[in-house]
C-alpha cells in the first residue's frame, strides 16, 4: 500500500489547502500516483491553539472532503511542533495518527541536545512512537552531531520528503539513512497545488533506479505495518 505520512491537504487549517477544491484537486493528485493512503497532518503549535479547538476544527474540515468514493484514504493526524513539556503532555496521544500510537513530530530547526534527547525517550516510555517529520531539514543546524545522531538510533521512524530526493544534496542525505538501514516513511508535505504540490511519483522512481522495486515495498510495507492497515 502506497501511503503520504505528512500532507496539509484539509481545507482551511493552516497553510495548506485554502479551500475544498484545492484538497480535492490534492486527493485527486495523489490519486492519480497510485496512493493509497494520506495522512492529513496539519499543523498543531501548542502554543497558538488549544487542542480542544484543534481537534474540532480538523474534524470539521475533514468532514467537507469525505467523498463516497474517496481515494485515497484519508487518516487523521498532526503535525506536532515540537515542544518543551511535551513528553508529559496528557492529550498528546490524541494526536496520534488516528487508531496507532505513532505522533508526527515537528522538530526545532536550531541546533538539537538533550531538551530534544529527553522529551523523545518520555514519549518513548510512554508507547508513543515518534515518527519525525522531514528529517533532511533539521541537518545544517546541527553544528555538533551528537544529539542528532543519538536521536535517529532511538526507535523512531524517520520521515523524508519526496522533495528531498530530487536535490543533490539531501538526496545523499536520505540515500546515507537508507544505506544505514534507518526506518524511513515517505511524505509530500504538500500544502497547495502550486509550489508545494503532492509529488510523490518522481522520488519513488529515484529510490526505484537506485535500490530496486524490493526497496520501493518494503516502505511501503514498514508504513502499513505502522498504521496496522492491509
Ligand atoms: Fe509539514
Same mark, same amino acid.
Given at each position: 500500500?502506497?501511503?503520504?505520512f505528512?500532507?496539509?491537504?484539509l481545507?482551511n487549517?493552516?497553510d495548506?489547502?485554502?479551500?475544498v477544491e484545492?484538497?480535492?484537486?490534492m486527493?485527486?493528485a495523489?490519486?492519480l ?5 494520506a495522512?492529513?497532518?496539519p499543523?498543531?503549535?501548542s502554543s497558538r491553539?488549544?487542542?480542544?479547538d484543534?481537534?474540532?476544527?480538523r474534524d470539521?474540515?475533514?468532514g ?5 468514493d474517496s481515494?485515497?484514504?484519508l ?8 515542544f518543551?513539556?511535551?513528553g508529559?503532555?496528557?492529550?498528546i ?5 488516528t487508531?496507532?500510537n505513532a ?5 526545532p530547526?536550531s541546533?538539537?541536545?538533550? &531538551? @530534544? !534527547?529527553?522529551? $523523545?525517550h518520555?514519549? /518513548?516510555?510512554?508507547g508513543i512512537?515518534p515518527? #519525525?517529520a522531514?528529517?533532511?531539514r533539521?541537518f ?5 552531531l551528537?544529539?542528532? &545522531? @543519538? !536521536?535517529?538510533? $532511538?526507535?523512531?521512524? /524517520? ?6 530526493? #530530487? ?13 544505514h538501514?534507518f ?10 497545488m502550486k509550489?508545494r ?15 530496486g522495486?524490493?526497496?520501493l515495498?518494503q516502505?511501503d510495507a514498514l508504513?502499513?505495518?505502522l498504521?496496522k492497515?492491509?
Open positions: 500500500m502506497r501511503i503520504d505528512h500532507t496539509h491537504l481545507p487549517l493552516d495548506g489547502s485554502q479551500s484545492e484538497s480535492l484537486a486527493l485527486d495523489l490519486h500516483q497510485n496512493v493509497d493512503l495522512v492529513a497532518t499543523h498543531f503549535y491553539k488549544n487542542l480542544e484543534f481537534l474540532e476544527q470539521r474540515a475533514y467537507l472532503l469525505v467523498r463516497k481515494a485515497p484514504k487518516l487523521l493526524g498532526a503535525e506536532v511542533s515540537f518543551r513539556g511535551m508529559k503532555a496528557d492529550r496521544t490524541e494526536l496520534a495518527i487508531g496507532t505522533l508526527l513530530i515537528e522538530m530547526f541546533q538539537w541536545g538533550r &531538551n @530534544e !534527547i529527553s522529551e $523523545l518520555q514519549l /518513548l516510555d510512554r512512537t515518527i #519525525l522531514h528529517i533532511e533539521y545544517s543546524f546541527q553544528k555538533d551528537t544529539a542528532f &545522531n @543519538e !536521536i535517529i538510533n $532511538l526507535p523512531v521512524f /524517520l520521515q523524508v520528503n519526496t522533495e528531498a530526493l #530530487l536535490a543533490r544534496k539531501t538526496r545523499r542525505f536520505v540515500f546515507k539513512l537508507i544505506e538501514d526506518p524511513v516513511l515517505l511524505g509530500t508535505d504538500c500544502h497547495n509550489k504540490r503532492p509529488e510523490i511519483g518522481a522520488g519513488r522512481q529515484i529510490l526505484l533506479r537506485k535500490y522495486a524490493a526497496y515495498e516502505i508504513g502499513e505495518d498504521l492497515v492491509k
